[in-house]
Nanobody, 121 residues
Framework: QVQVVESGGGLVQAGGSLRLSCVVS????????MGWYRQAPGKQRELVAGITNAGSSNYADSVKGRFTISRDNGENTVYLQMNSLKPEDTAVYYC???????????????WGQGTQVTVYS
């Protein structure tokens, strides 16, 4: 199976920075794209940033200029560098991987358990 594991969340003061990491492992032939989503309690999950295996990226308007997504395709890892954090960035951040599996699967995307990011004033 495919495993998606996030790390790097924590408690940070407004204006500070965090770097999230997401590692994808398992029976994977290739990864088409990876992305970071976030969800605050009672709110809908939203895309924060995404990146393809070719390096094309996009960002939510709310994080443009502050967050940077990058990837290491050889290690099946994606990073989210978050700078100038604001309290409204507080959420559980989830990593999503869209993959071509190496073995039969009815799924082509996988989610991690999430990592909590809390930004305080």
């Amino acid at each position: 199976q495919v495993q998606v594991v996030e790390s790097g969340g924590g408690l940070v003061q407004a204006g500070g920075s965090l770097r999230l990491s997401c590692v994808v492992s398992g029976s994977i032939f290739s990864i088409n794209a990876m992305g970071w989503y976030r969800q605050a309690p009672g709110k809908q999950r939203e895309l924060v940033a995404g990146i393809t295996n070719a390096g094309s990226s996009n960002y939510a308007d709310s994080v443009k200029g502050r967050f940077t997504i990058s990837r290491d395709n050889g290690e099946n890892t994606v990073y989210l560098q978050m700078n100038s954090l604001k309290p409204e960035d507080t959420a559980v951040y989830y990593c999503n991987a869209r993959v071509i599996p190496a073995v039969w699967s009815t799924r082509n995307d996988y989610w991690g358990q999430g990592t909590q990011v809390t930004v305080y004033s």
